[in-house]
């Protein structure tokens, strides 16, 4: 079983940054994709970034294409989510997730793929 912790969350301004964490413990694996997502109140969990297990692919949806990116550093079994130019409306609790059939391509962004999931941390951003 994998653990995942994530940090790095807190309060911004609009236009501000932040650089979010997320630490992997267990029965890791450094060839599986992983991820990020976001889910305010009383919305859905929505899909924010993914990354191949090499780390060479990444993938976004258009709403953060162009201020977020996805890192990661294997070694550390860290993934790491940037985020530049906040909005009011990047405001949630942010997840980092595994994907849980064990698949290295970033090309999967629906949440019911994804597993192993952190406890998350809050990110709000003020106008």
């Known amino acids: 079983q994998v653990q995942l912790v994530e940090s790095g969350g807190g309060l911004v301004q609009a236009g501000g940054s932040l650089r979010l964490s997320c630490v992997a413990s267990?029965?890791?694996?450094?060839?599986?994709?992983m991820g990020w997502f976001r889910q305010a109140p009383g919305k859905e969990r929505e899909f924010v970034a993914s990354?191949?297990?090499?780390?060479?692919?990444?993938y976004y949806p258009d709403s953060v294409k162009g201020r977020f990116t996805i890192s990661r550093d294997n070694a550390k079994n860290t993934v790491f989510l940037q985020m530049n130019s906040l909005k009011p409306e990047d405001t949630a609790v942010y997840y980092c997730?595994?994907?849980?059939?064990?698949?290295?391509?970033?090309?999967?962004?629906?949440?019911?793929?994804?597993?192993?999931w952190g406890q998350g941390t809050q990110v709000t951003v003020s106008s």
């Open positions: 997730a595994q994907n849980r059939l064990g698949f290295s391509s970033a090309y999967y962004s629906t949440p019911s793929l994804y597993g192993n």
């Open positions: 267990g029965r890791t694996s450094s060839s599986v994709a």
């Open positions: 990354i191949s297990g090499s780390g060479v692919d990444t």
